[in-house]
Every structure is written in C-alpha cells, then in structure tokens.
C-alpha cells in the first residue's frame, strides 16, 4: 500500500526566518543598486547618459517593488497581531476578517498614494487631490461613513453584543445580528413580549442617540409589580401583604441563581431583600415591589407573583383599583 507523505505545518518561527531573509536580500539587491548607480556608471563614458535613462526606469522599477514588498511584509505581521489581539478580547471571527480585510485595503490606498509620490515626486499636488478626492468622496459618502464607524465602535467598543437587549430612537429590541451597516433586532413591545417584527438600525445611531443597553453584563434586570388601591383601602396590611407575598417568592424560586451570579463581585445584601415602595397619585394609592430577575424569565414570574398577589389581598378592608367609588 502506498504511503502517502504528511505535510507539516510550517511554524511561526519559520515563517518568521523567510521574511527576515526576504527583507535581507530585498536591502541587499537595493544596497547593490546604489553602489552601482554611485561608482559603477563612470566606466561607460559617454554611453552613460543614454544608459542613465534606462537606469531611471529600473530605479522606479525597484522603488514600485520595494515599497510595495515592505507593505506586503508589514501587513502580513501587523495583521496577526491585530488578529490575535482581538481573539483573545474575545471578539467573533467574522467580526475579526472583516475588520482586518478594510484595515488591508486602507494600508494598500495609502501605500499606492506614497509609491505615486516617491516617483513622480509631486508630493504637493498629489497631497492637494488626495484632500480634495477625500473631501468629495467624505461628503458623498457621509452616512455609510458614519455607519461604519459605529459598526468599529460597537464591535471594539462593547457597546453592545448579539443578544442583548437594547432600545434606541424610542426602539427597544433584542440584537441579533450586526452589521458594518446596520444593527439588526427583533422588536419588543412595554411588556418585554416580541412583536414579530425585524428592524434594521444604523451604526450611526450609536453617536447620535442615547442607548439603553438592559443586558450589559448580564440578562439581570430589575423588575417590578405595582398595586393600585383606594383611598379608602387598608394601606398598612396591603403594604405587609404584598411585602411578604413577594419576598417569599424571590426567597424560593429567584434568589438562588440571583446570588450565584452577583455574590463573586458585588455585595449581594443589595440584592437579597425585595424593595418596596409606597406613594399616591391623582386618584389613590400604589404600592411597587422591586426585585432582580433573569430579564428572559420576567414575564413569567411577573404572571405568577401577580396571581399571588390578587389571592391574598382578597380582603375586606383593601380595595384594589384607582377609583374612590366604592360601596
């Protein structure tokens, strides 16, 4: 049976090796150049003029290759830097391409315009229609400008990540895919609920409206129930009612995971009792209770606290609702 040979992979220091000796022979061949361009040419006399001309395409010729295989070089390495740095920020690897593949192009327009100069050697002029392409082309291209900008801004930033909540331009939703142009989420409506509905956002937006990010660090949030209650309504025993009711509740079925997740870098008596708060308004009274909860579980126990709530305070003296007319 034929054995077939196993290629290795060629390591870093290898490669590393094959560029040094590239750039070796590159300064070299250069070196080589010039001592014959400085000393070489008064042996030929009078054919050295005609020979000097040819001399000055070659020289462009070796400008045009030198240049561009130093930028080809110093691409290849900042590249992996760039690229390792960011893995280990954690960030996704077709966030990583995509970045590294403008930074490429960039590094090549701004290396083909310094060729150009080097040559032609009209560094003025080249530097006066660069400003003005530029300029035309900044105000042509404003918004995919500022679009892409903001991508760099939320992608290095950590503005925000695929699966967090957030809500801009009165527009609230959970993220589900970002791109160098638009942010894409899923709507949700006041009650945490989806709509059903896409909505496509600009990067832009991240510099020109405020942004409420609900899930930054964690899916925690806080929530809460209000009770209204008449005037005429026992406030003192619905107040202890629904303290009670709900601390219960947050004691067996939230705190648990509650604690697992903040007690390691916060102080977790911040979050260990339920907060209530009392107040009136135009036509009664209120009652909150303020507790922590996994933002994708809310909705479900806001449901069962609240069938709670209504089975205990079915009492005499407390009198649910924001209306005074009662029997």
């Not at 900008?149 to 699966?163: E, L």
């Not at 995971?257 to 339920?274: A, L, P, R, W």
């Not at 209120?286 to 709670?308: C, G, L, P, Q, S």
């Amino acid at each position: 049976m034929e054995k077939r040979e196993i290629r290795q992979p060629v390591s870093g220091k290898k490669k590393f090796s094959r560029n040094i000796l590239v750039l070796f022979i590159l300064v070299f061949a250069i070196a080589l150049y010039i001592l014959f361009k400085v000393y070489g040419l008064d042996y030929f006399g009078s054919s050295g003029t005609v020979l000097n001309s040819y001399i000055k395409i070659v020289e462009n010729a070796v400008i045009i290759l030198a240049v561009f295989l130093l930028a080809y070089l110093f691409i290849k390495s900042t590249k992996k830097l760039i690229g390792n740095h960011l893995e280990k920020v954690g960030r996704s690897k077709k966030n990583i391409k995509l970045f590294l593949n403008v930074y490429e192009s960039f590094v090549w327009i701004v290396v083909i315009f310094l060729t150009f100069s080097l040559i032609f050697k009209q560094v003025g002029s080249l530097l006066t229609s660069v400003g003005l392409i530029g300029f035309g082309l900044t105000l042509a291209l404003q918004k995919p400008i500022l679009n892409f900008v903001g991508w760099v801004t939320i992608i290095f930033g950590k503005t925000y990540h695929i699966g967090d909540v957030i809500s801009i331009n009165n527009i609230m939703g959970k993220v589900y895919d970002i791109r160098v142009m638009y942010t894409n989420i899923g709507e949700l409506n006041s009650d945490w609920d989806s709509t059903g509905k896409a909505i496509s956002i600009p990067n832009e937006f991240v510099f020109t409206y405020p942004l409420i990010n609900f899930s930054k660090g964690s899916n925690y949030i806080w929530d809460e129930i209000t009770i209204h209650l008449t005037y005429h309504s026992n406030w003192k025993k619905a107040m202890t009612i629904v303290e009670k009711a709900v601390q219960d509740y947050y004691d067996k079925k939230i705190k648990k995971d509650v604690k697992k997740k903040f007690d390691s870098y916060v102080n977790f008596k911040d979050y260990e009792k339920v907060i209530i708060r009392f107040g009136m308004h135009e036509k009664g009274l209120y009652i909150k209770a303020r507790y922590m909860v996994d933002f994708n579980k809310a909705n479900e126990i806001k449901k069962e606290i609240t069938k709670i709530l209504l089975d205990k305070l079915k009492t005499k003296d407390i009198f649910l609702g924001k209306t005074e007319n009662v029997a």
